[in-house]
Structures are given as C-alpha cells and as structure tokens.
C-alpha cells in the first residue's frame, strides 16, 4: 500500500465518544486525505492537507477535525462519534495532486 | 455541479467478455479523470486515467473512452478474467490546478463469471 498505514485497522466505539485516526507515511508526500466510503456514495473527501499544519475541508467535513503537525503523519478525529459516521475510513497521499495512493483503511463502528 | 454519476451499480460478465462501465459528470472544469480498482478489504488502486484532450487511453486490456462534448468518460475491460472481480471507481478532479480534490462516483460491483 504504497508505505501508507492505518491505525487502528478495526474499533468500536460508543456514541459520544471522542475518536482519533492516524494515517502514517514512509514516502514523504506533500499531500494527504482523508474519505469515508459508504454504499452507494463511494468515496467522500473529508479533510485534506497541502503540507504540514496546512488542512482544508472536504464536502463532508462536519463533525471531524484533523491535523498535520509531521509530514508522515495526518490525524482524523471525531469529537463526539455518532451513528452515522460508522464507515470506512480511508487515508491517501499523493506527491502531484492527482494520482492518489490509499492506504488500507480503518472500519469504525459507532454503537 | 460536482457530481460524478456512474452506472451499473453492478455487473455480471463471463469469462472473456467485454465490461463496460460508464460515468457522467457535469462541471467542465475537471482536467483529471482517473479509475480505481478496488478489492475487498483493500485501498482502492488506480488503473487508468485520462485527461480532456485525449478521446481514448489504452493499458493493457483496460480502455478509457472520453467524450468531452456529451461529458461522460467509460471504462472498457476486454477479455475480462475472474481475477478482475472487484469495485471499480470512476472520478474527477481539477488535477494539478487545485489540491487535487477527488469526485468520486457511486461504485460499480463486477463479477466475472469463469
């Protein structure tokens, strides 16, 4: 997966609950990104970075807030998790803007 | 304005057969129209892309088609093989002009039968 981790690969949570995911990079790529994949939407760009401490919102950006204080590393958190942001969460980095590399994903279930 | 439609939502092909799959998108400034492949469990994976100037993009058994004046861009897989069973993925993007945001579309399920 193009030296891109995930972690936690697999959590579930409660509603309410404060949640953090961590995309982690070996190729020192300038951009990354974070999607949710649900059926019937594909996937969806949540948050996105253009470089260290620089982010901006994807089309569905509420409810989640990252940051981007390393280049390796871009974190997704969930304030207070709902249901509906059970999913599947993807990271991918890219160094042209336009072929993206996807990591292999975190599942989250949000009781 | 942003919307990327894809259709079939799922397909069954035999063994050597042609699979195509379409896609359709509305804003004219997208430059970057890539297809991903997807296994279960897995990151999607791109395929192929292709940009407005061009009407066709051959790799190997794997086709783009553009049209720019109907704005709709399909995915042709000839001979297709078992082991091509997957979810693919068309999208769009305004490519190296902005960050590099994708649209994606809905997903296509395809089977291919032995």
């Known amino acids: 997966d193009a030296g891109i981790t995930q972690s936690p690969r697999h959590k579930v949570t409660e509603t309410g609950t404060p949640v953090t995911l961590r995309c982690h990079q070996t190729e020192n790529h300038r951009y990354m990104y974070w999607y949710r994949q649900d059926p019937g939407h594909g996937l969806r760009l949540i948050h996105y970075s253009y470089g260290v401490k620089d982010t901006d919102k994807g089309e569905v950006s509420d409810g989640y807030s990252v940051s981007r204080s390393k280049t390796e590393d871009f974190l997704l958190t969930l304030e207070s998790a709902t249901s509906s942001q059970t999913s599947v969460y993807f990271c991918a980095i890219s160094s042209t803007r336009e072929e993206q590399f996807f990591g292999p994903g975190t599942r989250l279930t949000v009781l | 304005q942003q919307q990327v439609k894809q259709s079939p939502q799922s397909l069954i092909v035999q063994k050597g057969g042609i699979s195509i799959i379409n896609c359709a998108y509305e804003n004219t400034a997208f430059d970057y129209f890539p297809w991903y492949q997807q296994f279960p469990g897995k990151g999607p994976a791109l395929l192929i892309a292709?940009?407005?100037?061009?009407s066709e993009k051959k790799e190997g058994r794997f086709t783009i088609s553009f049209n720019k004046s109907a704005k709709q861009f399909s995915l042709h897989i000839m001979d297709s093989q078992p082991g091509d069973s997957a979810t693919y993925f068309c999208a769009a993007s305004f490519g190296s002009s902005n960050t590099g945001k994708l649209i994606f579309g809905q997903g296509t399920t395809l089977q291919v039968k032995p």
């Open positions: 292709i940009r407005p100037d061009v």
